[in-house]
């Protein structure tokens, strides 16, 4: 089947309506109408080719939520009509130590991105969710319980939100527990927000004066400019946990001098450019460590958008359309985005 798309034909090029080739659902397949689809800072390094080895043509988008329009004679979990989610994965071995741990995301083949990913449909790479279409195989498809109202600020929890989320668990976040939110961007202003849901004391670190009223809105406690030396000082050695959500390179020596003994600085920002690498003394001094998470299971992501359906959490969203995506691009890059931005895929008609 044809589907009308937005993708670019190479790194150098704007996004443009493009028609994609979507495949029949096969017995294990869930077809999905798309309704929204969240943007993500990966769509914009993947279609510039930041990250290098962008296949072309390259349709970014893995924050789809949507409709379930057919299902394969093998799935018994989704029915017609279902509202549902796909996020940054769409498929995985099932049979490597990882997926057999429930924990696709580590997958030891390397699971398929919902873009950039290989796949035997035409032309060989997997196209993303800045369409009106989507086929993926069942258990890669989650459920949306939320009121319908709030579906298009559910798209950025897909991938947004579970990039926190998966981290906030697996470091304990909690009551007790300090946590720093490092960037209050896309996956930022979420791992505020399910911070403060999971009970930790939450402090957000900005580089954006403007930000500061905001971050408190969102459930921080605390707010921190991260240019001011002594804003960052009166932290030092307090948290448990900092996730550090910048999509540039930037020095990490500062944050990590804010860890307690034992405390971790987990990295899910995922620049184009290395960090510098940070000081040794401070680190072995106070057993600290520095981790690093990517986006988080099928389990988990069923999990957070049940607790999230639970708490009334969506993402903070600027409804676009999709002919203004290089707009919204370029305003990401100079931090101007409250939160996420989230393509009205009914635009794609147009
Ligand atoms: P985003 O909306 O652009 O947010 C990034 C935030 O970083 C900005 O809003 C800004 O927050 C801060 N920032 C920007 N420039 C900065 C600078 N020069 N110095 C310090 N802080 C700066 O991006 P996003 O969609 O949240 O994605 C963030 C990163 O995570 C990207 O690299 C993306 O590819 C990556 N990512 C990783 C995973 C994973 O699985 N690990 C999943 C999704 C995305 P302030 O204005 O508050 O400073
Ligand atoms: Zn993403």
Same mark, same amino acid.
Request: net charge negative; glycine share 10%; charged share 20%.
């Given at each position: 089947m044809?589907t %009308?798309?937005?993708?670019?034909?190479?790194?150098?090029?704007p996004?443009?309506?493009?028609?994609?080739?979507? %495949?029949?659902?096969?017995?294990?397949?869930?077809?999905?109408?798309?309704?929204?689809?969240? /943007?993500?800072?990966?769509?914009?390094h993947? /279609?510039?080719?930041?990250?290098?080895?962008?296949?072309?043509?390259?349709v970014p988008?893995?924050?789809?939520v949507?409709? /379930?329009?057919?299902?394969?004679?093998?799935?018994?979990?989704?029915?017609?009509g279902?509202?549902?989610?796909v996020?940054?994965?769409?498929?995985?071995?099932?049979?490597?130590?990882?997926?057999?741990?429930?924990?696709?995301?580590?997958?030891?083949?390397?699971?398929?991105?919902?873009?950039?990913?290989?796949?035997?449909?035409?032309p060989?790479?997997?196209?993303?969710?800045?369409?009106?279409?989507?086929?993926?195989?069942?258990?890669?498809?989650?459920?949306?319980?939320h009121?319908?109202?709030k579906?298009?600020?559910?798209?950025?929890?897909?991938?947004?939100?579970?990039?926190?989320w998966?981290p906030?668990?697996?470091?304990?976040?909690g009551?007790?527990?300090?946590?720093?939110?490092?960037?209050?961007?896309?996956?930022?202003?979420?791992?505020?927000?399910?911070?403060?849901?999971?009970?930790?004391?939450?402090?957000?670190?900005?580089?954006?004066?403007?930000k500061?009223?905001?971050?408190?809105a969102?459930?921080?406690?605390?707010?921190?400019?991260s240019?001011?030396?002594?804003?960052?000082?009166?932290?030092?050695?307090?948290?448990?946990?900092?996730?550090?959500?910048?999509?540039?390179?930037?020095?990490?020596?500062?944050?990590?001098?804010?860890?307690?003994?034992?405390?971790?600085?987990?990295?899910?920002?995922?620049?184009?450019?290395?960090?510098?690498?940070?000081?040794?003394?401070?680190?072995?001094?106070?057993? %600290?460590?520095?981790?690093?998470?990517?986006?988080?299971?099928?389990?988990?992501?069923?999990?957070?958008?049940?607790?999230?359906?639970?708490?009334?959490?969506?993402?903070e969203?600027?409804?676009?359309?999709?002919?203004?995506?290089?707009?919204?691009?370029? %305003?990401?890059?100079?931090?101007?985005?409250?939160?996420?931005?989230?393509?009205?895929?009914?635009?794609?008609?147009?």
């Open positions: 044809l %009308r798309a937005f993708g670019a034909h190479a790194a150098d090029k996004l443009e309506a493009i028609e994609i080739f979507r %495949r029949e659902p096969g017995a294990n397949d869930v077809q999905i109408e798309i309704a929204y689809c969240g /943007v993500c800072h990966s769509d914009l993947t /279609v510039r080719s930041e990250w290098a080895g962008t296949l072309y043509p390259c988008g893995h924050e789809i949507g409709h /379930v329009t057919a299902v394969g004679s093998a799935v018994d979990k989704f029915k017609v279902d509202t549902v989610g996020g940054c994965m769409v498929d995985s071995c099932q049979s490597c130590y990882a997926c057999a741990d429930g924990l696709e995301q580590y997958c030891e083949h390397g699971f398929t991105g919902t873009y950039n990913g290989k796949t035997p449909d035409a060989g790479h997997t196209l993303g969710g800045y369409s009106q279409s989507i086929t993926v195989r069942d258990k890669f498809v989650v459920k949306v319980s009121p319908a109202e579906l298009a600020a559910v798209a950025p929890l897909l991938c947004a939100g579970i990039t926190l998966s906030l668990k697996h470091w304990n976040t009551p007790g527990k300090k946590v720093g939110i490092v960037g209050i961007g896309g996956l930022g202003h979420m791992g505020v927000k399910l911070a403060r849901a999971l009970g930790a004391h939450v402090v957000a670190f900005t580089t954006s004066e403007s500061r009223q905001d971050a408190v969102l459930g921080a406690h605390e707010v921190v400019v240019r001011n030396a002594e804003e960052m000082q009166a932290h030092a050695n307090s948290f448990d946990l900092i996730v550090d959500t910048v999509a540039v390179s930037h020095d990490l020596n500062s944050f990590i001098n804010l860890l307690k003994r034992d405390g971790t600085l987990t990295l899910v920002g995922a620049p184009e450019h290395p960090h510098p690498s940070p000081m040794v003394f401070p680190l072995i001094m106070k057993r %600290r460590s520095i981790a690093g998470s990517t986006i988080g299971s099928i389990a988990e992501t069923q999990e957070m958008l049940d607790f999230c359906a639970e708490h009334g959490i969506v993402s969203i600027e409804m676009i359309k999709v002919q203004d995506i290089e707009t919204a691009y370029a %305003r990401m890059l100079k931090s101007d985005v409250k939160y996420r931005f989230v393509i009205d895929s009914k635009t794609l008609a147009a």
